[in-house]
């Protein structure tokens, strides 16, 4: 392959340069990258020509090359380096007048830079520079140099440009970056340093000798600093010399220039002395003279500056006192005193009067002094103390204090200057040259303008530990000698623990830290949300903070900014519907059970609670996590329940056995914990339910009691809905004595069977009535007194068919009277003998009640009555028949309503028990059986049952609400001291 760069004039080509390179390739059918790599070139092209970069392929082989550009198959490209064509060809930094190495600050700082590009200044997209002053802070940003000039020729190439920084500069290096840029990006940098400098002088003037007199020699010295960066290009000091002294000479002769003047060129930084030497004159009787000089100086540049002077006096035969201050402490606190001493020398004659005055500055106050150890005396002038000593010999040291101290309330970082003036007059009262004096102390103390409080969040739940941060600054001038910091928590936040020793109590929290330096400070604290906060509690810690300085100064409370967090818990609500409901007794009723967590929070337990009457049985949820019974109480269990409505359904059913009009009280409590384990208030929800169901009674009555054999007598069933809704069903059963006939019958529906007759009646609605009237004759031929029993019974459904329970009359006993036309002849064939027999029989077949039990259906003995409450009796015996009788009815109990009721035998004695719906009435008695007593003792029960139903409903116990019951008895069963009349029949 060759690459060949060739000159094209628009007509022909002119070759250049070339390189040729032979390249193996992989054999494959796909791109390789190739790279020609030229040497050096250093080609001149003419004006208005074009330069061509032509790529030949020069096959070798059959094998195709193919060069790709801009390929979307392959990443291929055509790259040519070259060195930058743009070019900084000359860079200058001048000052105002020209080029120049080093710079006055008074100086213009002139950046120069000349830039060419060979494809002419359009190709020039821009000179940028950047200037960084000597204390490193950016003078100029990236800034474009201006144009100042461009090349004259018809295709420009270069352009000059400048950039002037105006005075004053900055003593020290400046530092300088210019870049030139291509429009292609190609980029030229340049880059210098200009010095600033300048010179800065002081003069200080002292005299070897405070005291003369006429001939003495002494030497004026002047000090001249130069304090600068840069040397003076030139020093003038004049000396103006008092009239009271001759000139003798100077250290420097060849420097003056003049009647005293003195003249030196490029002085550099240092220290420098000149000494003049001088005669005292005679013939002078001022107390005193003062020498004065001046110092003027121009920069190497030749820039003028600010000069400086200086003077000093020498007294004539006079006090010569130097006066000096000094200070006990260097810095001040509030309410603190400190001492100022005052230093008087003379060393030349006596001094007759002094005067020191001492200003006390704004922020000090004036305490105390020694003054009068001196015979002095003080006086006041506004803020100056004016102390005033007499008499001080020659050769003498005078010192005395004065005490000052800082106010209360004296701010930190004040600088404190106290002026102190001396006067004087020498032994003929003649003024003397003032003395002046001063020193400064500078005012500390701690400050700390703000505390702050932050959470690391905003919201916490129970159990949470919730890191805080608490800081502040001291940004006073010296460490705070005592800090405190006191915190008061929520009620609802506990203190885990923290980065620094804390003390705790009554809901506060104490910090103590000592010698507080400068600067920002914090302490890290661990919170915890205590269980039972309410939900979205904004949970706020305050707090106040106490320092002290050095002194023991307290300073104000600085402002504590607090930070707030919000509790999160959760807020349980229970709801149950409907509230009050009428339910059929076999029938299910569906409750709605609503326990929303209306708080932020999530629980940790909760547990809902029914305490299920009796009446009810459960049938099923939809919660999902029921927990099971234990009794009559059945529980709900739920985890982690998060914010948001929550509810299911819960069925129950009615007992088929509840009584009509029952009122029950469904109970539920709701107790739950957050998700710290703190028990949270229960809840509590109750809702009513009335039962009800229809209520059958059924009544069994014979119109006679002692039918004789071959004779008719009828039954009357009646049946009633006592109860406040309708039974759908109900079939009546009437089993027959076989003994029986049955004649007919009379009712509202049509009887099935025979012997066992079964009448059904549908929707007997509340308060209504069925009566059946069963007609029956006896058999022929039964003995006298054979008992013929008869029981009817009936089962009922509720309002939707569902059979709810089973009732029984109670059982009605006739007897099979006696034939007495037998007795008759026996009477007429012997009447005396037949008289004695007759009463006998009679008084055999006379029955007498010996004793009475009321007993509740429990087998608790309510009343226990006897026929003579004086005549003795076998306790055993009675001991006895009380068991026998609660035995049956415990078993009675057991078994059901379907259990027959009995009749004992106890020796001599017959039991007969008698049951109603609550209590059973039991008697025993002696003599033959007979049907009167069993229907006295029923009526005394049906009495008792009927006076007091709802005492018996739900009896407990109390036999006070019973008393009357055993009147009853007493006046119905032992009416007659207990014997009953014989049973008697109709002829």
Not at 824 to 838: F, R, S, T
């Amino acid at each position: 392959m060759n690459l060949t760069l060739m000159d094209w004039n628009g007509v022909s080509l002119l070759p250049r340069a070339y390189h040729q390179s032979t390249f193996r390739t992989n054999g494959f059918t796909d791109y390789e990258r190739v790279t020609f790599s030229f040497g050096p070139l250093n080609l001149t092209f003419p004006t208005g020509t074009m330069i061509r970069l032509q790529l030949r392929i020069l096959g070798s082989s059959d094998d195709d090359a193919v060069l790709a550009m801009n390929s979307t198959f392959a990443n291929s490209r055509l790259e040519v380096r070259a060195s930058p064509l743009i070019r900084i060809d000359a860079f200058e930094l001048r000052d105002g007048s020209g080029a120049t190495s080093v710079w006055s600050p008074k100086d213009s700082l002139v950046i120069r830079a000349n830039v060419s590009d060979p494809f002419g200044v359009a190709e020039i997209a821009d000179v940028r520079v950047n200037v960084t002053a000597p204390a490193g802070g950016t003078t100029v940003d990236y800034a474009s140099i201006p144009v100042l000039m461009t090349d004259p020729a018809a295709l420009p190439a270069w352009q000059l440009r400048e950039l002037v920084l105006p005075p004053a500069l900055a003593n020290g290096t400046y530092q300088v970056l210019v870049t030139a840029l291509e429009r292609n990006g190609v980029t030229d940098v340049a880059t210098g340093d200009a010095l600033v400098r300048a010179p800065r002088f002081t003069l200080e003037k002292d005299s070897t000798a405070a005291n003369v007199k006429a001939g003495d020699r002494f030497h004026y010295l002047l000090w001249y600093n130069n304090t600068g960066t840069g040397p003076a290009g030139s020093v003038w000091i004049n000396d103006s010399l008092p009239v009271q002294v001759s000139f003798v000479g100077s250290s420097e002769p060849g420097a003056m220039t003049g009647s005293y003047n003195w003249t030196w060129m490029s002085v550099g930084p240092g220290s420098f002395l000149l000494d003049i030497e001088v005669q005292v004159r005679g013939g002078f009787v001022d107390p005193y003279f003062r020498n004065s000089a001046t110092l003027e100086f121009v920069d190497e540049k030749g820039y003028g500056w600010a000069g400086a002077a200086a003077s000093v006096e020498v007294v004539l035969r006079g006090p010569a006192i130097t006066f000096s201050m000094t200070l006990s402490v260097p810095e001040v606190h509030a309410n603190e005193p400190f001492d100022i001493q005052f230093r008087l020398t003379n060393t030349g004659e006596p001094a007759q009067t002094l005067w020191l005055n001492a200003t006390v500055p704004s922020g000090l106050t004036y305490v105390s002094d020694t003054a009068a150890s001196l015979g002095g005396s003080r006086s006041f002038f506004g803020s100056t103390v004016r102390f005033v000593l007499t008499g001080m010999p020659s050769a003498s040291i005078w010192t005395f204090t004065m005490t000052l101290a800082g106010d209360p309330l004296l701010p930190y970082g004040l600088t404190l200057t106290c002026d102190a003036t001396l006067e004087f007059t020498n032994e003929n009262g003649a003024s003397l040259p003032s003395k002046e004096a001063d020193l400064s102390v500078a005012s500390v103390a701690p400050f700390v303008p703000a505390a702050s409080f932050q959470f690391s969040g905003t919201a916490a739940d129970p159990g949470d530990t919730v890191p805080a941060t608490l800081t502040w600054t001291n940004a006073g001038n010296e460490p705070a000698e005592d800090l405190w910091i006191n915190l008061t928590l929520d009620p609802y936040l506990g203190l885990l623990d923290a980065s620094e020793p804390a003390t705790v109590g009554g809901g506060s929290v104490r910090f103590h830290s000592t010698s507080v330096g400068l600067g920002d400070h914090g302490t890290f604290l661990n919170l915890t949300v205590l269980s039972g906060v309410p939900d979205r509690r904004n949970l706020v810690v305050g707090g106040v903070l106490d320092y002290t300085d050095g002194w023991g100064n307290g300073w104000p409370r600085p402002t504590f900014s607090g930070d707030l967090l919000v509790a999160t818990a959760p807020v349980l609500g229970l709801s149950v519907s409907p509230t009050n409901i009428t339910v059929e007794a076999g029938t299910r009723v569906e409750y709605s059970i609503q326990h929303a967590n209306a708080g932020s929070g999530t629980t940790g337990d909760v547990w809902l609670n029914l305490t299920l009457p009796a009446s009810f049985v459960y049938v099923s949820d939809t919660s999902g996590t029921f927990a099971g019974i234990a009794g009559n109480e059945h529980r709900w269990h739920w985890t982690d329940q998060g914010p948001g409505q929550r509810s299911f359904l819960l069925v129950l059913q009615a007992k088929a056995s509840v009584a009509d009009g029952t009122q029950e009280t469904l109970a539920f409590t709701l107790a739950y914990t957050d998700e710290g384990g703190a028990v949270r208030p229960r809840l509590s929800a109750n809702v009513t339910a009335t039962l009800m169901a229809p209520a059958i009674e059924l009544t069994l009555e014979a119109d006679r009691s002692d039918p004789l054999p071959g004779s008719t007598f009828t039954y009357t069933i009646r049946v009633r809905n006592a109860g406040s809704v309708a039974a759908r069903n109900l079939w009546l059963l009437d089993s027959v004595d076989p003994r029986l006939q049955i004649v007919s019958y009379t009712s509202r529906v049509r009887a099935s069977g025979t012997s066992d007759l079964n009448w059904t009646f549908s929707d007997l609605q509340p308060g209504q009535e069925e009566t059946v009237v069963l007609v029956v004759r006896v058999a022929e031929g039964l003995a006298a007194r054979t008992p013929l029993a008869n029981v009817a019974e009936a089962v009922y459904t509720n309002g939707i068919g569902t059979v709810l329970g089973y009732v029984r009359s109670a059982p009605v006993t006739v007897v099979i009277g006696f034939d007495l036309a037998p007795l008759l002849y026996i009477v007429l064939g012997g009447l005396a003998i037949g008289a004695a027999a007759v009463v006998l029989l009679l008084r055999k077949t006379q029955a007498a009640i010996e004793e009475v039990f009321l007993v509740y259906r429990d087998g608790v003995l309510i009343y226990h009555l006897s026929r003579s409450l004086v005549q003795e009796k076998d306790e055993d015996v009675l001991s006895g028949m009380l068991t026998a009788v609660q035995e049956f009815v415990r078993d009675a109990f057991r078994y059901g309503e379907h259990r027959e009721l009995h009749q004992l035998d106890f020796g001599d004695y017959r039991i007969l028990i008698e049951r109603g719906k609550t209590v059973y009435l039991a008697i025993v008695y002696s003599g033959k059986e007979s049907t009167l007593v069993r229907r006295k003792v029923r009526g005394v029960l049906d009495n008792i049952e009927m006076a007091y139903a709802d005492v018996l409903a739900g009896w407990d116990g109390d036999m006070d609400k019973m008393a009357g019951a055993r009147d009853m008895i007493r006046d119905d069963l032992f009416h007659g001291n207990g014997r009953l009349p014989r049973p008697t029949r109709s002829a």
